[in-house]
Structure formats: structure tokens, C-alpha cells
């Protein structure tokens, strides 16, 4: 923080509960949902893990407690422009739960209103976030579903809850961006087409093009994606960060691509051979234990 300070800078605070949760918060108390790690490409595919049940109060005491604090420190840096919503979360900050028909057995064994439960702590969360950082755009990663495809009515209800209250600083990002062809086939995707006039979006790609370019697929795609959102931001994965080139490349994509607009953008990549429709994607999912993120 300090060197982003020095060279004026921006930074995006995020809270990682879920599996990250401290081993401490269920001895005092809160109730853990056990799962397996889904990710196929994750080196710990298939372990057994945890995650606190979302709404349980002795989780959200604590993690409210820790999120109060770094709050006190830094909600007057100017450094920092948004914070990442997370409260019902598991393995990494976009807001998946276990979804397995395991998974789904142990959510109505839980409470049969689980959903609503989940709907209540989500808004709940967002209200928290918004005073503890009262100038920081509020930044749900909206990958996917919160339980799947069956819960479509329930992401947005939490998206409109946001939207409505904090229509100025409410944010939806997706981390799924990718460049192997035009994503207007991936439901997160659609999900920013439709409300990118209304609220501010953002996106992190799904991969790193430094030893995952097969995953990720060409700057060009990526970008071409990148402006058809509309998107306010991009994250890149840290060795991408880290490389001057990489990220000088993708930079003058970005200018390039809003100078002309998404169309002209996509003529000039149909010309050159670059373009590739949903069609053209062959990309088959490497094998459990594949590099995590």
C-alpha cells in the first residue's frame, strides 16, 4: 500500500472467508458446512473442506470484527477505490457455494429456507460494506450463480438489491473474462451486457497468459470481450501483472479498442484473421491438480 501511495496509485481491498476461514471462528461457536473442493483445476481437487454456514452469527460476528478494523485504518485512503463484497463465499471471493447434490442435501438439512437465508445475509452484507467504506466502490464478484443455474431469481435479487440502494458505487465484476472467443455465450458475461448501462462493471480474467494462454486465449479476444462489456477495469493475474510487456500490450489494446468501439474493433480483428466466435473455442479443461489461481 505504501508503494502504491508513492506512485499515486490504486488498490481493491478484499476479504477472503469462506475455506480461508480461521480455525478459531468454529471453536468459538460457528457452525461449519463441510465439502470437497469442486475446482478440477485445483491442486486440491476433491479434499475435504469447510466453510462457515452464511448466516451463522458467531462467523458474521467475526468477520465483521476484522473487516471494522482494516475499515478504522483505511477508509480515508484515497488509494483505496473499492472493496470486494464477500460474506457467503467458498474457495476464492466470487460469491459460489457448494452446489453439489450433496452440497444441496446439506443446505435444506441446514434450513429449508436456506435461500432466503442466503438472500437475507447477502443484502445484509452489502448494507455493512457500504457504511464501513463509505467512499469505496462496492465490488461483488458476480461469477456465475450464488447455488448454480437453479438460482438465477436468487443473484438477482441480490444484484437488484445493490443496484437500487447504491446505484452510484454498487459494482458487479465477473472473473471469467476470457479471450479463446466472443464470450456472449457465458451467463456471467450476459449478466454484465445486461445491466452495463445501469451500474459500473469490471472484469478479471480467467486465466494468466503467461503459462495459461491456452485458458485464457489471445489478448485481442480478451480485450474485444473487455470493451463489448463496457467494463470500468480489468484484473490481471499476478505473473501477467508482473510483466511490463504483457501489460503494456494489453493497455494499448484497451485504448485502441475504446477509441474505435467494440464493432470497428472486431471488424479490424476479422480483417487481420484474430476474431473467433464461440464456435471456434476447442478449449478442453486440463486435468485435476492443474495450476490454481
Not at 111 to 131: C, E, G, N, S
Not at 155 to 171: N, Q, S, V
Not at 203 to 228: C, H, K
Request: net charge neutral; with cysteine.
Amino acid at each position: 500500500m505504501e508503494i502504491v501511495r508513492k506512485y499515486k496509485r490504486f488498490y481493491k481491498l478484499t476479504f477472503m472467508p469462506g475455506e480461508h476461514t480461521p480455525d478459531f471462528v468454529y471453536q468459538k461457536g460457528a457452525k461449519a458446512f463441510k465439502t470437497r473442493v469442486p475446482n478440477p483445476l485445483s491442486p486440491d481437487y476433491g479434499k475435504e473442506t469447510q466453510l462457515p454456514v452464511p448466516w451463522d452469527e458467531t462467523f458474521q460476528k467475526y468477520f465483521f470484527r476484522t473487516v471494522g478494523e482494516f475499515s478504522k485504518r483505511y477508509k480515508g485512503d484515497p488509494g483505496l477505490i473499492a472493496v470486494t463484497l464477500t460474506i457467503a463465499n467458498a474457495e476464492f471471493s466470487e460469491w459460489n457455494l457448494p452446489k453439489s447434490k450433496e452440497d444441496m442435501a446439506q443446505w435444506e438439512k441446514l434450513d429449508p429456507l436456506y435461500r432466503d437465508k442466503i438472500k437475507a445475509t447477502w443484502t445484509a452484507a452489502i448494507d455493512q460494506f457500504a457504511q464501513l467504506f463509505p467512499n469505496q466502490q462496492l465490488c461483488l464478484a458476480a461469477s456465475s450463480n450464488p447455488l448454480g443455474s437453479d438460482s438465477n431469481n436468487l443473484a438477482e435479487e441480490i444484484l437488484e438489491y445493490g443496484m437500487t440502494k447504491y446505484p452510484d458505487r454498487f459494482t458487479i465484476q465477473t472473473n471469467q473474462l476470457y479471450g479463446r472467443a466472443e464470450n456472449t455465450r457465458n451467463s456471467a458475461f450476459t449478466r454484465i451486457l445486461k445491466y452495463k448501462d445501469r451500474v459500473h462493471n469490471g472484469f478479471q480474467n480467467l486465466a494468466g497468459f503467461q503459462g495459461s494462454a491456452d485458458r485464457q486465449g489471445t489478448p485481442e479476444m480478451t480485450i474485444y470481450n473487455f470493451v463489448l462489456g463496457g467494463a470500468d477495469y480489468l484484473e490481471v493475474w499476478d505473473e501477467d501483472g508482473q510483466n511490463v510487456n504483457t501489460t503494456q500490450k494489453l493497455l494499448d489494446l484497451i485504448t485502441e479498442a475504446r477509441q474505435l468501439g467494440p464493432e470497428k474493433f472486431k471488424e479490424k480483428l476479422v480483417r487481420e484473421g484474430k476474431f473467433r466466435t464461440a464456435d471456434e473455442d476447442h478449449y478442453q479443461p486440463n486435468q485435476p491438480g492443474g495450476k490454481k489461481k
